[in-house]
């Protein structure tokens, strides 16, 4: 049987980022997406596209076409998108209707370069979920999968929940 591989389009988010001495600012740095896959010895198929490297904040209505259209220009039919929290849900609603396409969103609230990041895990979720949900658009975070359209971020409780 021969798995079908796995896009990983990165866009940035808390997934990304990197603080580097005590008087900056968080910056989006280089993606660790592939480095976490290699060291947590992902078998399955996968390919990675640093798309953005963009707090969630600060995509743009033309970011969430880039993003919608390198999907449906992809041969894979699986894919995952790293994303920052705060506007998962906005890019979720952009990905409406991908025909024959499963995809996951999922971010981190800590930076993956964090030693107590939720990173690995939301990323390890979304590479299970993308391997056993129906066509659609998917958010993994926190150990919960939501239907990506009736999810919101509860800032308040630092979560996702349905809606």
Known sequence: ?????????????TFDKQYFDALSEYQIAESVIEKLLKTSRVAHPFRVVELLRKDSLELTDEDRALIRATIAAAPESHVVIT???????????????????TVVLTGALAPARFAESDATFNLGMAFACCQSAQPGVWITM??????????????????????
Do not use: W
Request: glycine share 14%.
């Open 83 to 101: 994303h920052g929290t705060d506007t998962m849900t906005d890019t979720a609603k952009a990905l409406e209707g991908l025909e024959g396409k």
């Open 1 to 13: 049987m021969t798995l079908a591989p796995i896009l990983v389009v990165t866009t940035g988010g």
């Open 142 to 163: 926190s150990g919960s999968v939501f239907d990506g359209l009736k999810v919101r971020k509860d800032r308040d409780a630092g979560k996702f929940v349905a809606i």
